[in-house]
């Protein structure tokens, strides 16, 4: 491990939020990893078994869109602001997280904070919508197109970000589709290959994939070396896969042998429709809602990385590799 320094020579200090979260927890053991000194933003309820063995500090914040994160954000060299609200019951509660919840810490980080070196945004190509055809470059700002409330109350925090313009280094990173140890959404094409199965769509459909290890990195060199100014960069493995090539790529790299099993897009609306009902019985807002299958169903879920590859020197995992590295994780830990 290396020691990295801040523009005053001394450990660089960064405040994570959204820490004990699928991706925010890879942050956080990249940077400790880094010499970074990071203390993680975490509510008191929060579960932190992914950040058992990281040596971090903690402070507490009910993280709301009328938090005072005042005492947080002071003293620290930079913000990554990972948290996020991935499923809500209504459209309001990603309004209130993605996107009050993002202007009120960067208020924060002006009022208590204005020598802070970067503010790192973990949004979504969510945020930037699907794409055209598997060619199709990255919209211009202002031409995004998200097509659920997520993606559209990112985009919105993102642009409560532009009050740092001019004054605080911002850099927004837009992961596409992420795969890897600890996650719960893609874990489905895991599963179905342990079964011996392989999702075929009706209709194919073409989306890129990132290794969440590639996202931390991302993140780490953004904070070390990452350009200054306010920049946007999406994230994502350069190859296009479609559905039932992704099944057998890592069926190929375990060792499984898979049959084809065809999932017409109605099979999909009609089980987010009992996952939503379903969920009124219960606490937490369905897993799979109709709006998650808006998005699945999109043809094309594609975006140009250049960009991210020269600035952020960011070199992607294949799926060949990162899904044999995932899919033995998820043995290990019982998940299959």
Known sequence: ?????????VIMKVLVTGANGFIGSHIVEELVQQGFDVTCLVRKTSNLKWLSGCKTAFVTCDMSATADFGDAVRGCDAIVHSAGVLRARNKERYYDFNQRTTGRLAEAALKHNPS????IYISSLAAQGPSKD???GN???GAENPVTDYGRSKLAGEKELDILRGKIPCTILRPAAVYGPRDKDIFIFFKLVS???RPMPLKERYLQLLYVKDAARAVSFALKDGPGGFNIYPLAEKTVYGWEEIGKIIARAVGKKTIPLPLPGAAFRAASILAEFASIFTSRPAVLNRQKVDELLMPFWVCDTSK???ELRADFTKLNFGGKITYQWYKDSGWL
């Open 1 to 9: 491990m290396f020691t990295i320094v801040n523009f005053n020579g």
């Open 116 to 119: 802070l070196k970067k503010f």
């Open 134 to 136: 598997a060619a199709c």
């Open 139 to 141: 919209p211009e700002p």
């Open 195 to 197: 079964l011996g199965l």
């Open 308 to 310: 991210s590859e020269k």
